[in-house]
């Protein structure tokens, strides 16, 4: 045996020194190793063998399997979630059933949060506990974990800020519905200091007061606001002031800014003065108005202050096209609103029955999806209506 090797390495060092002679073949019960790659291949060859060396955790796997969860979309989207020890996947379960949750919610909501099974028991209990003091109907509370799970099922180290964020916000009397759909749509405003939302909330009823909102409608309207636009806690108040000193010097008075600021729902802090400079400047050379006119567009249509300029003239450009005029436009400028594909989409449904925008309203063209159909309803019923109605009785003089 000892022979056999020797021979077969003294041919294999040969080859390496006379490349004339063909490699004698090994015997049958023996095989050479390969000669080792370049360092370059092992190199690249270890890196992604060292993401593999840590396994999943299997228990995690079998318990998320048994709840029906997905295991694939959760591999997929956030694996690194199933490699993660401890994991507490049954605790989640109880919690979720303990507020009424059925199998098939619970699997919703760790299949799109799976980052749920790695809060600890403690951190489960005292969301719980936080969430139970503004919104106290489990049902409701279910409901709100899962649209917004990641809202729920947070860290730690936030539980100090959202608990002095509750506090501030129910001394402002504001309703646990509205402070509820806060914390859930706009978690970054209760994990940041109180410091801050108690710094925007007062610009923004100095706002309101200083354009002549009445004090006794202020929490009224600062409840509509925050519900409308709950982002708008996570903007500078410096923003704020900025924007309405530029509207205010483009010619709007109090009580049209005041109208401004409601129907902007909060959007006005996250404009700029130099984007609402640029596109009122291309609206008013495009509709061919004059500055007051402008501005009672404007107020029809607040998309004038934060629709870029392409858009604005992409949308023109398709109104025209269409055979629509610049004065229909000026008379219902809220039909920027829509892109191009839904108005040609709605002017075909009522050329259908006869309506022609070109002579008749845009009124008919504008409003959601479930305004039109309304509109449309009406416009098939007037024409399906008989001429003569032989039970209505006849008029005389």
């Given at each position: 045996?000892?022979?056999l090797i020797?021979?077969s390495?003294?041919?294999?060092c040969?080859?390496g020194h006379i ?6 073949a ?5 095989s ?7 360092p ?6 270890a890196r ?7 396994k999943?955790?299997?228990?995690t796997v079998?318990a998320l399997?048994?709840?029906s969860?997905?295991?694939?979309k ?19 379960e ?6 009424g949750?059925?199998g ?19 951190q489960m ?8 003091s503004?919104c106290?109907n ?8 899962e649209?917004?799970p990641?809202?729920f099922?947070t ?15 129910q001394?402002?009397?504001l309703n ?14 209760f994990?940041?200091p109180?410091e801050?939302?108690?710094?925007m909330v007062?610009t ?9 909102g009445?004090e006794?409608?202020?929490k009224?309207w600062?409840?509509k606001l925050l519900?409308?636009n709950p982002y ?6 410096e923003?704020?002031?900025e924007?309405l ?12 800014l005041l109208?401004l600021l409601a ?11 130099e ?9 008013r050379?495009?509709?061919?108005c004059?500055q ?5 567009i ?5 998309a004038?202050?934060y629709y870029?300029?392409p ?7 398709g ?5 629509i005029?610049l ?13 191009t594909?839904i108005?040609?989409?709605r002017i075909?449904r009522?050329?259908a029955?006869?309506?022609?925008v070109?002579t008749?309203?845009l009124?008919a063209?504008n409003?959601t999806?479930k305004?039109?159909?309304a509109?449309y ?7 399906e209506?008989p ?11």
């Amino acid at each position: 045996m000892l022979r056999l090797i020797t021979r077969s390495l003294c041919f294999h060092c040969q080859r390496g020194h006379i490349g004339l002679l063909p490699p004698p073949a090994p015997p049958p019960h023996f095989s050479l190793p390969p000669p080792p790659p370049p360092p370059s291949v092992l190199m690249v060859a270890a890196r992604p063998c060292s993401s593999l060396t840590q396994k999943e955790n299997q228990q995690t796997v079998d318990a998320l399997y048994n709840l029906s969860v997905d295991i694939r979309k959760v591999r997929k989207l956030k694996g690194w979630v199933l490699h993660q020890s401890p994991a507490y996947v049954s605790e989640a379960e109880s919690l979720l059933r303990g507020l009424g949750a059925d199998g098939p919610v619970i699997a919703r909501i760790l299949e799109e949060h799976p980052e749920a099974v790695l809060c600890s028991p403690e951190q489960m209990s005292a969301q719980r506990e936080l969430w139970g003091s503004v919104c106290p109907n489990n049902r409701d509370l279910v409901a709100i974990i899962e649209k917004f799970p990641a809202s729920f099922f947070t860290s730690a180290c936030s539980h100090g800020n959202q608990r002095d964020n509750i506090l501030y916000f129910q001394s402002l009397r504001l309703n646990k519905r509205i402070i509820s759909k806060l914390m859930a749509s706009a978690p970054q405003s209760f994990s940041q200091p109180v410091e801050h939302n108690r710094h925007m909330v007062r610009t923004l009823q100095e706002a309101y007061l200083d354009l002549g909102g009445q004090e006794d409608n202020m929490k009224i309207w600062l409840q509509k606001l925050l519900s409308q636009n709950p982002y708008v806690l996570l903007k500078p108040p410096e923003a704020l002031r900025e924007n309405l000193d530029f509207l205010r010097d483009q010619g709007f008075s109090s009580a049209q800014l005041l109208r401004l600021l409601a129907k902007l729902r909060g959007f006005v802090s996250e404009l700029s003065p130099e984007g609402m400079q640029r596109t009122l400047g291309f609206s008013r050379e495009a509709l061919g108005c004059s500055q007051e006119e402008l501005l009672e567009i404007v107020l029809k249509c607040q998309a004038l202050l934060y629709y870029p300029v392409p858009v604005l003239s992409d949308r023109l450009r398709g109104l025209l096209t269409v055979g629509i005029s610049l004065e229909q436009i000026v008379e219902t400028p809220t039909v920027l609103e829509l892109t191009t594909q839904i108005v040609t989409y709605r002017i075909q449904r009522l050329r259908a029955y006869g309506y022609d925008v070109r002579t008749g309203s845009l009124d008919a063209l504008n409003g959601t999806k479930k305004d039109f159909e309304a509109t449309y309803g009406r416009l098939q019923l007037r024409r399906e209506r008989p001429l003569f109605n032989p039970v209505a009785p006849l008029k005389a003089d």
